[in-house]
């Protein structure tokens, strides 16, 4: 071989590399791909399914002393706005991190990152609930919704649908008491826990007080899901406009060192 056959050999070689490498490192365009690069655009809906942060949410029953802020510093005096504030871990739309209910242990700190990303899987049972505020909802519509939309995929946020979110933030419809000051709002079952934590699902979530239906006194499925080491989010927003299947959650809690919990924002994101 002479020194141009050399060269020509090694030239190919490059363009090789140059053409297949970046097809190695970069393939085909995925749907989620899209689905992140439509944000800026406005091809992709982004949903905000928190509620903001003040003092007239609803506490949960004997919760007196919420959330306060304070004014630190103003322009006027200062040159700057600044405020401090107080809050309960568990007030407004928040998460439950596993060591809020025993067995569980991890603090929201500690929460991996990866498991606050995953596709939103919504369950609706927003007929049911209005027939019967004590409805939990059981194994057969989880299987149900995998009927319709396949598997559901590890990784994935479960969210139960109750239509309560329209009762928010008035304090009588939405803890919904008796006469004895017990709660009826709609929550998952321990048999519907059990079959997501067998999916590997990260965390499930509701537009209720709990994720235990409003009369339960033993708080089965905190003790489940928090043990399994899944996380809950309590009092989200509107979920009407998320579809059953095809939406993706970001779940952006504060990261409070040693936390039973504590705010949090999520998104649902979808095209
Ligand atoms: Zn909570």
Same mark, same amino acid.
């Given at each position: 071989m002479n020194g141009f056959g050399r060269l020509s050999f090694f030239s190919m070689g490059i363009v090789t590399i140059m053409v297949f490498l970046p097809m190695a490192l970069f393939p085909q365009k995925t749907e989620r791909d899209n689905l992140l690069s439509g944000i800026s655009g406005g091809k992709t809906r982004v949903l905000d399914l928190s509620y903001a942060i003040n003092d007239k949410l609803v506490p949960w029953p004997?919760?007196?002393k919420v959330f306060e802020a304070k004014t630190n510093a103003t322009v006027e005096k200062n040159g700057y706005f600044t405020r401090s504030f107080w809050m309960l871990e568990?007030? &407004?739309t928040h998460l439950d991190a +596993?060591?809020?209910?025993?067995p569980g242990k991890t603090t929201v700190d500690q929460?991996?990152?990866?498991?606050?990303?995953g596709p939103a899987v919504v369950v609706d049972v927003r007929a049911e609930g209005a027939k019967d505020a004590d409805y939990r909802l059981p194994a057969a519509r989880v299987e149900e919704w995998e009927k319709k939309h396949g598997g559901i995929p590890a990784g994935s946020i479960v969210l139960l649908r109750? &239509?309560?979110?329209?009762?928010? +933030?008035?304090v009588q419809k939405y803890r919904n008491q008796d006469a004895q000051g017990k709660m009826h709002f709609p929550g998952f079952s321990v048999e519907a826990a059990k079959i997501l934590i067998s999916r590997k699902v990260s965390g499930i979530g509701c537009?209720?007080?709990?994720?235990?239906?409003?009369?339960?006194?033993?708080f089965a499925v905190h003790h489940l899901v928090l043990g399994a080491g899944l996380y809950q989010l309590e009092n989200?927003?509107?979920?009407?406009?998320?579809?059953?299947?095809?939406a993706f959650l970001v779940v952006a809690p504060?990261?409070?060192?040693?936390?039973?919990g504590g705010a949090v924002r999520v998104f649902a994101i979808w095209q």
């Open positions: 004997r919760d007196e568990h007030y &407004g +596993p060591i809020h209910f025993p929460i991996p990152a990866k498991q606050l990303f109750t &239509g309560w979110a329209s009762r928010w +933030p008035d537009d209720t007080l709990s994720a235990d239906y409003g009369a339960s006194e033993d989200l927003a509107d979920l009407r406009e998320v579809p059953e299947a095809g504060i990261k409070l060192e040693g936390g039973s």
